[in-house]
């Protein structure tokens, strides 16, 4: 598996280098922002760890410009920012997953694992859990092949935990997503949203996809 790390921070970014290559990964590392997407365009890279700071192009900016250009190599950013809606940002430009500096490798390490286990038709236009269908490009949903009408907001929330399948979202991050400000503690407009999707997505089947995990949030899981 051969990865790029695009980071300007040398320290940060030999680290990672040598961390992968000893688990045995092939390792780039560039340290500039033009010369990052020269290669990320390139197609030769398996998974990208790219830093949100950078000279000549930011990273956040890299990142809309390689999904514009329709480049679905798998991103993991990484991000000194823990603030909620710089995450969402990133999310939502095209980023894949994220670390927080400072991390320990052996985080890093696992979420490069993960998404290099990832399904390739997780990053194709279909998303499937199970018997759950997603088709981002008609924004269809369907179920055992059977089409299931959802409004705009529930499309726009399952889509988001269908591309995080397996991984407990907040509601925080479900809100900053789907309705694009910050979370007020005080509101259930998630909980709601979450009640009309089980009963659609649920109901009359004995598997259930839409699950809560108690005081955390919501998962997508077979």
Do not use: C
């Not at 940002?89 to 670390?99: F, I, K, P, Q, S």
């Not at 997603?134 to 409004?151: F, N, P, Q, S």
């Amino acid at each position: 598996m051969k990865v790029l790390v695009i980071e300007d921070d040398r320290t940060v970014g030999q680290h990672v280098k040598r961390g992968l290559e000893e688990h045995r990964y092939q390792a780039d590392l560039v340290d500039d922002g033009l010369e990052g997407l020269r290669l990320a365009s390139g197609g030769r890279y398996d998974l990208i760890v790219l830093d949100l700071r950078l000279p000549s192009m930011n990273g956040l900016e890299m990142l809309r410009t390689l999904r514009d250009r329709g480049t679905t190599t798998p991103i993991l950013v990484l991000t000194a920012q823990d603030a909620v809606d710089f995450k969402v940002e990133a999310l939502r430009a095209g980023a894949d997953d994220y670390v927080t500096k400072p991390f320990a490798f052996e985080e890093l390490l696992a979420r490069v694992e993960a998404l290099g286990r990832r399904p390739k038709e997780i990053r194709d236009p279909v998303l499937r859990v199970g018997d759950l269908e997603v088709d981002t490009a008609a924004r269809e949903l369907r179920r055992a092949g059977e089409k299931i009408d959802l409004t705009p907001k529930e499309y726009t929330v399952l889509e988001y935990l269908m591309r995080h399948a397996g991984r407990v979202m907040s509601r925080t991050l479900i809100t900053e997503y789907a309705w694009d400000y910050h979370f007020d503690p005080g509101t259930n407009i998630v909980d709601v949203v979450i009640n009309r999707l089980r009963k659609k997505v649920d109901s009359g089947h004995s598997r259930k996809m839409v699950h809560t995990v108690r005081g955390v949030g919501y998962v997508v899981k077979a």
